[in-house]
């Protein structure tokens, strides 16, 4: 058996951002199961996917008793599930056992737990009141849990896309130059030349160690970050101050958002009945307005996008023109 400590584990897999339920509620939990599953079973991490989905599941049958002790045991079976559903990616992280396919049945299984819990959670709660408004509010948790992650995997998409063709430019432009200054007899600015492919590429926020939705709030770089720091100024010190504790500044997420609907509404709903529409509306509302910041964080990283391919192309252009068409060709041919 392995002898994995507990340092190990949170310093292989915890990530240097993340959803503040997650530091604080999941992780000091997640991290003491994990060295014990690693240590003494042979647990794997698909196998910890199919058990997170169990429990959800569990935790939609509860729910639909819509009596107190039936929701609080369904919040409680929630929160254990979304536990093994991050410890999945520890275990995967720590022995280095993560697959293509062990991602894809996560993404699956978790719009499957939440479609099932929504269904059940509304689902009881209108069957002891009769009231259609339950019914509305599941189709907008299946809603908004999908139009979240759409809209991630998109600007997940479309920034991998912007900074592909960027870097391409700023490599195709110092080809380009290079070939300029040998024919003219000139050396070429290697540190200069270097530093305007780190520009071209900081534009973007590339960061190889971020996770994908880190990537999608922007935050990991100054060069994405500057419009919307000279917008916000008193911005950058909460979110230095946030992720000195691993806390992302996205304060609302998918995460939060679930757990408002599947933990946070059943318990209020225990103490106080009728609490599930009023707190899963604060919960989306909050989602929402967070969402609309990153719409505009993407937008204003869009325009910078925009400005420096811009500039590429008119120096591309201008080199262009000082080359012969065969030397150009051999040029962008070859990839410089």
Request: aromatic residues 10%.
């Amino acid at each position: 058996m392995a002898n994995f400590t507990l340092d190990d584990v949170r310093q292989r897999t915890y990530k240097a951002r993340d959803a503040w339920w997650t530091v604080l509620l999941v992780d000091p939990l997640a991290s003491r199961m994990v060295r014990f599953t690693a240590n003494r079973t042979n647990v794997t991490p698909n196998q910890l996917t199919v058990g997170a989905l169990i429990l959800g599941l569990g935790a939609g049958a509860c729910f639909t008793a819509a009596s107190w002790p039936w929701l609080l045991v369904g919040a409680l079976l929630y929160h254990l599930s979304f536990t093994l559903d991050c410890m999945d990616g520890k275990i995967a992280r720590l022995k280095g056992t993560g697959s293509v396919f062990g991602a894809w049945l996560d993404y699956i299984f978790d719009r499957v737990r939440v479609l099932a819990c929504a269904i059940a959670l509304m689902g009881g709660q209108y069957a002891a009141t009769h009231n259609v408004a339950y019914v509305w509010t599941a189709v907008a948790v299946v809603f908004l849990d999908m139009l979240r992650y759409m809209d991630a995997l998109e600007i997940f998409k479309v920034r991998q896309q912007m900074r592909m063709q960027l870097t391409a430019a700023a490599e195709q432009s110092q080809a380009l130059e290079l070939a300029v200054r040998r024919a003219n007899g000139e050396v070429a600015d290697e540190a200069a030349m270097a530093e305007e492919l780190r520009s071209a590429q900081g534009v973007l926020g590339a960061d190889p160690e971020a996770d994908m939705e880190n990537r999608v709030l922007g935050d990991t770089n100054a060069a994405l970050a500057q419009g919307f720091n000279e917008r916000v100024p008193w911005y950058p010190r909460i979110r230095d101050a946030l992720l000195r504790g691993r806390i992302r500044p996205h304060l609302i997420s998918g995460i939060e958002f679930q757990m408002g609907v599947f933990i946070v509404a059943p318990v209020a709903a225990a103490i106080v009945p009728g609490a599930v529409i009023p707190v899963v509306a604060l919960s989306a509302a909050g989602m929402l307005a967070f969402e609309l910041v990153i719409i505009y964080k993407f937008w204003l990283s869009s325009r910078a996008y925009s400005r420096s391919l811009a500039k590429l192309e008119a120096k591309i252009d201008g080199y262009r023109a000082q080359l012969p068409a065969e030397q150009i060709e051999a040029v962008v041919g070859s990839g410089g």
